[in-house]
């Protein structure tokens, strides 16, 4: 327990508590006129997901290591088998089991995460740069590349972003070198503006718009 204790990222986890209490208060203001209905179900959620953290804490992380390519795996198959589901807002996101609902692509935020970490790992026993290596670059990046897709396919881009900017984070932690960083800006500058002309829906248009100038839509009718 000692052991625990010590390797605990202290500043992280106070970091998330606030987080959680800020957001706890600003739902708490916000859904004053619906009786806290979303509220209580984040309380909840809280209150779910505390001993599951005390549970993985004290686990092991090679056994979590070790486990991660069957995590990955369901990951995937969650990813394809809620393609088949009832849309929900124009979106196949969501798992509905009565009130319940479940978004897969939250659970593969951790387990490919994990599992792209554990095959870095193994990609650069002989040394950090061997990520730069083209065909070890190449694996790392179809793994994450993968799952993107089918979260695209639902669509959901902005958990998208959120799994390339993963990517991203990792693969400079990791010890890429500058210039496929400097390409990768490149190839992202030049397909933005076709992406957002000719593949983004209107709908996902309107919320960038109103994100980059919130006074056209001052009551967030239209996000």
Not at 91 to 106: D, R, V
Not at 127 to 141: F, H, P, Q, S, V
């Amino acid at each position: 327990m000692k052991k625990i204790l010590r390797n605990i990222e202290w500043g992280l986890l106070v970091c998330t508590i606030l987080l959680i209490a800020i957001g706890l208060i600003a739902l708490f203001s916000s859904t004053q006129n619906s009786n806290y209905e979303e509220f209580s179900k984040q309380i909840i959620w809280l209150a779910i997901s505390i001993p599951i953290i005390i549970a993985i804490v004290l686990i092991d992380y090679e056994l979590i290591a070790k486990i991660s390519p069957v995590l990955y795996g369901i990951s995937l198959i969650m990813l394809i088998a809620v393609l088949f589901t009832e849309p929900i807002n124009g979106a196949t996101s969501w798992f509905s089991i009565g009130s319940f609902t479940l978004q897969p692509s939250e659970f593969a935020k951790i387990s490919i995460i994990l599992f792209t970490s554990n095959i870095l790992v193994k990609l650069q026993r002989k040394g950090k740069d061997e990520i730069n290596r083209l065909w070890k670059l190449g694996l790392t990046i179809l793994i994450v590349a993968v799952p993107i897709l089918l979260i695209v396919k639902q669509p959901d881009y902005g958990t998208a972003l959120v799994f390339i900017s993963s990517l991203i984070f990792i693969l400079f932690t990791a010890g890429i070198k500058k210039r496929y960083i400097l390409i990768a800006v490149l190839i992202v500058a030049i397909t933005l503006p076709v992406v957002y002309f000719f593949i983004l829906p209107e709908h996902a248009k309107t919320r960038i718009n109103v994100f980059l100038n919130p006074d056209i839509d001052p009551r967030g009718a239209r996000v």
